[in-house]
């Protein structure tokens, strides 16, 4: 007999501007990720975010087929360049209805919005008169937050702070915010986001009583290369700046002494505000959500090796006498390179659960590949289906084995353009007919694996 709630949140994920387009339309201003084409490090061969996956044209007719799959949750994010028109903290109506009518839509067939408040899409503006700082950001997006819980606290009951608040360390030149040469190092802008985490929360405490918030990282549980000792350190070292700092933070209300070490033993800069402190202190979140893809492999590094602190997506960020990700060669591997580990997701499920005792949302997981839409219009992604097939079995284990799990919305509802990697990297129940520089038709199709989820989520993951 399966422990897992009658009332759990099965559903699925997007982001806004990984699904929306429309950059421009009805007053949203530019963000950080409009002009990623740009950047030095984005592939010239790939799409932008400019249309997407046309959500924002034609999100009726996608809340329909989210909810003819029988989706019980839709975590999505709010664009903060839709709702907020500059520094003087404006608001853009046309933005604030679109969001409306979209929660109103999910609300209609008994969908439960998960608003995710700040995926990644920051506003250019924080950035336009070259006087960004950290205080001035944790003020906006506090600003940020209170129209958003004016706007929706009436129909939204969970609410999630930042995404991968984590990524902003460990994958900063994906994710952007760090392009501002004023910004002086990642684990202060890490350290004001957290801050405006805090005050997210406890805004939303205070404003909203019956909502339910929580932060929302990325994590993996991390293994050693071998049984010696120093890999053991290498996996604790990894550990924290990979995983638990941030949770720590968020619900314990401290950075751990051996963190604070390790910044200035690096001689990063890392300036607290005792006041933020108690912020931080007095925010407590209601449940944990986190978006886990794979584990990771560790081994010590020495002292003449800089080797990239993390693998897949995050790179860049090189720390000697530390860990450096290695190879698993147990596991297999996505199209796309990514570890396939569905014993981690336990894993990481099994850690969190014990170390933070807070109810566990899972706000991503699953594969990129490239679909391929067949003549007659189908798409057999079995593969995917597989993939599900394996993480949810072992999320099912865990919740037999007392982890407190309320929901499950992998990642992703509908096609959408990857943060780095196009639109051919598809991980959708539903195809967007798109590729990377012909927009085609757009058409939706529904992927074996929709039909597969519909079924699954109809028996409440009896029938797998
Ligand atoms: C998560 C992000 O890191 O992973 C998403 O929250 C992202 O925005 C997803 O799309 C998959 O990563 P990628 O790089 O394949 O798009």
Redesign the pocket.
């Known amino acids: 007999m399966s422990k897992i709630r009658n009332d759990f949140l099965w559903g699925a994920s997007t982001?806004a501007y990984?699904v929306e387009g429309s950059i421009s339309e009805d007053g949203k201003v530019s963000s950080i990720m409009d002009d990623v084409a740009n950047r030095d490090n984005y592939s010239k061969d790939i799409t932008d975010f400019r249309d997407a996956s046309g959500h924002y044209k034609n999100w009726k007719e996608d809340v329909k087929l989210f909810a003819e799959m029988g989706m019980k949750s839709y975590r999505f994010s709010i664009s903060w360049p839709r709702i907020m028109k500059n520094l003087k903290g404006d608001v853009n109506e046309q933005g604030i209805k679109f969001y409306s009518d979209l929660i109103d839509e999910l609300i209609k067939y008994k969908i439960e919005p998960v608003v995710t408040i700040y995926?990644?899409d920051a506003p250019n503006f924080i950035f336009e008169d070259g006087k960004f700082t950290d205080k001035r950001f944790i003020q906006l997006f506090e600003n940020y937050c209170k129209v958003l819980f004016e706007a929706y606290g009436s129909k939204v009951k969970y609410w999630l702070t930042i995404?991968?608040l984590n990524?902003f360390a460990m994958?900063s030149s994906?994710i952007g915010i760090l392009k501002s040469n004023q910004i002086i190092n990642r684990w202060q802008i890490v350290h004001a986001l957290n801050v405006a985490q805090a005050r997210a929360i406890n805004l939303c405490h205070e404003m909203l009583p019956n909502a339910k918030i929580g932060p929302a990282p990325?994590l993996g549980c991390i293994y050693t290369n071998s049984s010696k000792p120093i890999d053991y350190t290498a996996k604790l070292n990894m550990d924290l700046v990979r995983n638990w700092v941030y949770l720590d933070i968020a619900c314990k209300g401290h950075y751990s002494k051996t963190f604070l070490e390790f910044v200035k033993k690096n001689n990063e800069v890392f300036l607290i505000d005792p006041k933020d402190m108690e912020d931080i202190k007095r925010a407590k979140p209601d449940f944990i959500a986190f978006?886990y893809?794979s584990s990771m492999t560790v081994e010590m590094t020495n002292e003449e090796t800089n080797i990239k602190l993390a693998q897949d997506?995050q790179s860049g960020h090189t720390i000697p006498n530390f860990a450096a990700a290695v190879k698993n060669t147990n596991l297999e591997k996505t199209q796309?390179g990514w570890e396939i580990d569905p014993q981690g997701f336990k894993n990481t499920l099994r850690e969190v659960y014990e170390r933070y005792n807070l109810p566990i949302m899972i706000t991503?997981n699953?594969i990129?590949a490239r679909d391929v839409l067949t003549k007659d219009g189908k798409i057999h992604d079995t593969y995917r289906i597989e993939y599900y097939q394996k993480h949810i079995s072992k999320m099912l284990e865990a919740i037999n084995e007392g982890v407190d799990i309320i929901g499950y919305m992998p990642?992703?509802a509908i096609d959408?353009v990857?943060?780095?990697?196009g639109i051919s990297?598809r991980?959708g129940f539903i195809y967007v007919n798109r590729n990377e520089f012909d927009l085609k038709d757009m058409k939706r199709y529904k992927k074996d694996s929709f039909y597969w989820y519909k079924d699954l989520i109809a028996t409440n993951g009896e029938k797998i």
């Open positions: 982001s990984q995926h990644f995404n991968e990524m994958a994906a990325n978006n893809y997506q796309f991503e699953g990129g990642w992703s959408l990857s943060t780095h990697e990297k991980y």
